[in-house]
Every structure is written in structure tokens, then in C-alpha cells.
């Protein structure tokens, strides 16, 4: 489904990705380990984007990424992708349904009465239905996720990014967002990709995990294949 080869990216004199080799299967749950400044949301963005890499191929179904921009063929590629990013990234000024239906009313060629009952459903699904008037002000942490989530699944991607879902939200909503990650798979059969340093939360819906240091990929396998990894992921793990 997705396939980097020798990817490179650097900042100026930093590089950030040195020749990064991966590849996810359709309808798979990869994990992005790696430590504070370690290029994982860099690698990630690329997907949608939001960077260009400096070198090296990029594929989603077989077709390469553009490296410019202004090719069109990159509403094709943001219809396939749903991006849910670090901060939720909410319109403060919409309501959550506004919000949620907000990437229906570009690019896709339907009713608002298919929209409303395109909401509704992911307001359902996770069960928000009570806050579809309220601002992203009046939500907590944890609702927030919700509603990014919905209006990253509205345009039924393929595949679709987490980054760091779960930053700043405490055990228990962490392990709700854990939940909705693995129902929206069953519910959507989709290619998630998770970056993320959280432990648990791999543990919980990891079917592959990747660990991003110094620039490459040092270790790719299953939780039961931790015994092989290097210590520098086996430390994130404490085994």
C-alpha cells in the first residue's frame, strides 16, 4: 500500500532521514516509534504534502508521490489520506458538525442531505451525537480526538495517519483513543500508520511497529519479534 525508498530528508545542515526503506500493507496497523526530534512526523507528512522529500521514491498503490505541489494529482492522493494531526487542528469558530463536515463540502460531488447523514453516522459511530452544536472550546481532551477523528475518516480514506494521538491525554482516554483506532480498521478496513512514542498504546494496536533512530529505520517487526530489536527500542519497552 505504501512503500518509501531511501527517502531522504534534512533542515539545512540537520539530517533528519538518512535512507528510509519501509513498507505497510493494505489494512495494516503500523506503529512509528522513536524518541522527541527523531523524524517520525517528518516521514509521516511527506503522505500528505505538508513536505517534499529531498531524495529517494514514495509510493501509495504504486504511484509515486509528486515532488511539486501544483500537480493536480494531489487531491487524488488527499481524498485517499485522512490526517489526523497532534493537535486536533479543530476550526475554533465551527461547530463539531461543521468541523466533521467540512472536507464533504470540497472536492465531492454530493447533497447536503448525503453530508448530514454522513455526520450523523461518525457522530453515532462514536458516540458524540450530544455535542454536534458545541465549539471545540466547550469539549474536553478527549471529545476533541473524537471530532478530529470523525473528520478524518468523513471522506472515507484509505489510509489514514495518526500523530501522537494521544498526547496529553491521561490512561484512560488514551486507551479510548486506542479503541477507536482499531474500531475504525474493522469499521473501515483501512492502512493506519501511528506515530507515536506511547508504549501502551503500540501494545494495544500494533500489527507491525517500525523505530526510527539516527535518521533510519533500526527495527521493523511484531511485538513478539522485541527480542531482536535494538536496545535502543528495547528500552522504550523496559525489556
Known amino acids: 500500500m505504501i512503500r518509501y525508498e531511501n527517502v531522504k530528508k534534512s533542515f539545512g545542515n540537520t539530517k533528519v532521514l538518512k535512507g528510509i526503506d519501509l513498507f505497510i500493507q493494505k489494512g495494516e496497523t503500523a506503529v512509528i516509534l522513536g524518541g522527541s526530534g527523531s523524524g ?5 507528512s511527506m503522505l500528505v504534502g505538508l513536505l517534499i522529500p529531498d531524495s529517494g521514491r514514495i509510493t501509495i498503490d504504486e504511484r509515486e508521490i509528486p515532488r511539486s505541489m501544483q500537480d493536480k494529482s494531489w487531491r487524488d492522493i488527499w481524498h485517499k489520506v485522512g490526517y489526523l494531526f497532534q493537535g486536533g487542528a479543530l476550526f475554533d469558530s465551527y461547530t463539531v458538525f461543521e468541523n466533521i463536515s467540512f472536507p464533504l463540502m470540497y472536492g465531492y460531488r454530493i447533497s447536503k442531505k448525503e453530508i448530514e447523514d454522513k455526520v450523523m453516522g461518525l457522530l453515532s459511530l462514536l458516540n458524540i451525537e450530544h455535542a454536534k452544536d458545541k465549539y471545540p472550546s466547550e469539549l474536553s481532551g478527549g471529545m476533541q480526538k473524537r471530532v478530529s477523528l470523525a473528520r478524518s475518516v468523513a471522506s472515507d480514506p484509505e489510509i489514514i495517519i495518526y500523530d501522537e494521538p494521544t498526547t496529553g491525554l491521561d490512561p484512560v482516554t488514551s486507551d479510548i483513543v486506542g479503541s477507536l483506532i482499531i474500531d475504525m480498521k474493522k ?17 494495544m494496536i500494533a500489527d507491525r511497529i517500525f523505530f526510527l533512530n539516527k535518521g533510519i529505520i533500526e527495527f521493523s517487526g511484531d511485538i513478539k519479534e522485541l527480542g ?12
Open 228 to 239: 531482536t530489536a535494538p536496545d535502543a527500542l528495547k528500552e522504550f519497552f523496559e525489556i
Open 187 to 203: 469499521e473501515f478496513n483501512v492502512t493506519s500508520i501511528v506515530v507515536s512514542h506511547d508504549i501502551r498504546l503500540t501494545r
Open 40 to 44: 517520525k512526523s517528518v516521514l509521516t
